[in-house]
């Protein structure tokens, strides 16, 4: 079955500019996670979804980062004025309503701002 | 404030060996600890995971053993192989049961 994907796989942008990224989780699941990780690094919580609405967004470094899930389903993470400092993969995981503790994975995508 | 904290860095075990990774964490509110799997290039893959009522939990070569009193967990891998070469976290959910928060990672390397 289709796991966890994010899209683009890699995204290269310049100082200052706005990025989106994107994560279609596996099909019926309701929770969503962002999280970020840099090199060396493990994955560090950013924001999490319950349905269309942010239970936990408590992870969101500043107000450059938000995320949205407008139909409970693709989630997309959007970064304003973007610094060097963002650069990171950025993961996203979802779960079940009767699993939520067991969180699958996307592959990530990879942010480089130069 | 690390609230899970994994060692080693990094680890070489011999095929067939016993890789050993411990992680340790402090919020007594934490239930739930899994261990991830990462290769290079992908994203972390659920391993095996515990929750606090039991002391020990198997998976084929895979296995927890949890201490609740010291607040420390580890993860044994039996029979290692060069496939299990790759970057190991432990994690634990937050207090209010939904994120995770990860250790720092050990890389494994078993050499043949």
């Known amino acids: ?3 966890v994907s994010q899209t683009p796989s890699n995204k290269v942008t310049e100082k200052g500019k706005y990025v989106e990224l994107r994560c279609d989780p596996i099909s019926g699941h ?11 690094q493990g994955p560090e919580f950013l924001i999490y979804f319950q349905g269309t609405g942010a239970a936990d967004d408590s992870g969101l470094p500043n107000d450059r980062f938000f995320a949205v899930r ?9 970064i304003q004025r973007t610094e060097r400092g963002d650069s990171a993969v950025y993961l996203c995981a979802s779960s079940s309503m009767t699993s ?3 969180q699958y994975f996307g592959p990530g995508t990879r942010l480089t701002v130069l | 404030q690390q609230q899970v904290k994994q060692s080693p860095q990094s680890l070489i075990v011999q095929k067939g060996g016993i890789s050993i990774i411990n992680c340790a964490y402090e919020n007594t509110a934490f239930d739930y600890f899994p261990w991830y ?3 290079p290039g992908k994203g972390p893959a659920l391993l095996i995971a515990i929750r606090p009522d039991v002391s020990e939990k198997k998976e084929g070569r895979f296995t927890i053993s949890f201490n609740k009193s010291a607040k420390q967990f580890s993860l044994h891998i039996m029979d290692s192989q060069p ?15 939904t994120a ?5 990672g050990t890389t494994l390397s078993v050499s043949s």
């Open chain 1, 1 to 3: 079955g289709a796991g």
């Open chain 1, 30 to 40: 309701t929770a969503l996670y962002w999280y970020r990780q840099s090199l060396g």
């Open chain 1, 70 to 78: 407008p139909e409970g389903s693709v989630s997309t993470l959007k």
């Open chain 1, 100 to 102: 939520t503790d067991t």
């Open chain 2, 37 to 39: 799997q990462q290769f």
């Open chain 2, 83 to 97: 496939g299990d070469s790759a970057t190991y976290f432990c994690a634990a959910n937050n207090q209010a049961g």
């Open chain 2, 100 to 104: 995770l928060i990860f250790g720092k």
